[in-house]
């Protein structure tokens, strides 16, 4: 299988235009025509992933974390992610990631963590802007059925839960054909009156030109009418974070414990005790300070995230549980998830899990 036909698993659910703009996902090391039969999945990409590549036979590595994640003065020895980087190009092995792309979809690295945590009827935490359109495309009557079908199953339409949702106007299309057309109704040369339904239906911006692609494939008319507009309205599906419930509320040092043994996490750094039972749970696998106020702001009894500094702690003003678990903790499971994405969509392909501890966290305990 091609390495470009591969990645598209991830990318046609998560894709690349999703990544923040500081990121660097996607294709880092190699060329997308490469035939590959196997694939490594890893949070970060070292020298000893790369080793546990060779002696494994993979011929790509896709991994959350981008190897390459600020600009390469030079390709030697002279750090680690310069030697990781030789290694790969030494001995054929292709290095791709997903990291805020997966991130910022429903069913992403927080998606994953939440189910391991018992988190349920989860929402995105803060939505996305900017990040939809509305389409409009004028059609007969006799054949809106089946472009209306063909934007759907393209992946417009989508509104919350509900799918396949659509606004649909009747009226008349006029329109009069040159000599060198060839009109699917009327004669050349002649104003033409046509009954026709004006449909309209909501697309991420990242799935326009497909939907548009695959509407004017089965639209009858010679030259399609459509109109693309720009939307304020929040993506619900796509942002940071996630907010769901428990099954049931937890007294907060049973919630405690219970992350210290879903993620084996040697130490939790916390706020103090509220006092309070929790059940409303807000996430950000990694890296998750920004989302702090976020939390408070939708009602959450408890943040589980990492990365936090010791000043944002004070940003809890004990309205809730504040909890660091760790980086590479909250996204240990993204190898998981990626085999899961890679057997749902490709049963066959060989797909690897890296047993390699990337974690560069240790902690000491008397």
Known sequence: MKIKDLLLVFTEVADLSLQASYDNSGLLIGSADTEVNQVLLAIDVTEAVIEEAIQKKCELIIAHHPLIFKGLKRIGDGNLVERTVTAAIKNSIAVAAM?????????????????????????????????????????????????????????????????????????????????????????????????????????????????????????????????????????????????????????????????????????????????????????????????????????????????LKYHDFFEADGKLLVVDAGHFETEQFTKELMAEMIQKKIPNFAALISEVDTNAVRYFRN
């Open 99 to 307: 990291h805020t792309n997966l991130d910022n979809i429903m069913s992403g690295v927080n998606g994953k963590l939440a189910s391991k945590l018992g988190i349920t009827k989860c929402k995105i935490l803060s939505a996305s802007n900017d990040t939809l359109k509305k389409l409009s495309v004028f059609c007969p009557v006799a054949q809106a059925d089946q472009v209306r079908s063909a934007m759907f199953e393209s992946g417009a339409g989508h509104i919350g839960a509900y799918d396949s949702c659509s606004f649909n106007i009747s009226g008349k299309g006029t329109f009069r054909g040159a000599e060198q057309t060839n009109p699917f109704v009327g004669q050349i040369g002649q104003l033409h009156q046509e009954d026709e339904i004006r449909i309209e239906t909501i697309v991420p911006e990242y799935l326009i030109n497909k939907v548009v692609n695959n509407m004017i494939a089965v639209h009858p008319y010679e030259e399609v009418a459509y109109d693309i507009y720009p939307l304020d309205n929040r993506h619900n599906a796509i942002g940071s974070g996630l907010v769901g419930e428990l099954e049931s509320a937890m007294d907060e040092l049973d919630f405690l414990n219970m992350i210290q043994e879903k993620l084996g996490t040697a130490v939790l750094k916390h706020t103090s005790l509220t006092g309070k039972k929790v059940q409303r749970i807000a996430i950000c696998g990694g890296s998750g300070a920004f989302l702090l106020n976020k939390a408070k702001s939708v009602g959450a009894d408890v943040f589980v995230t990492a990365d």
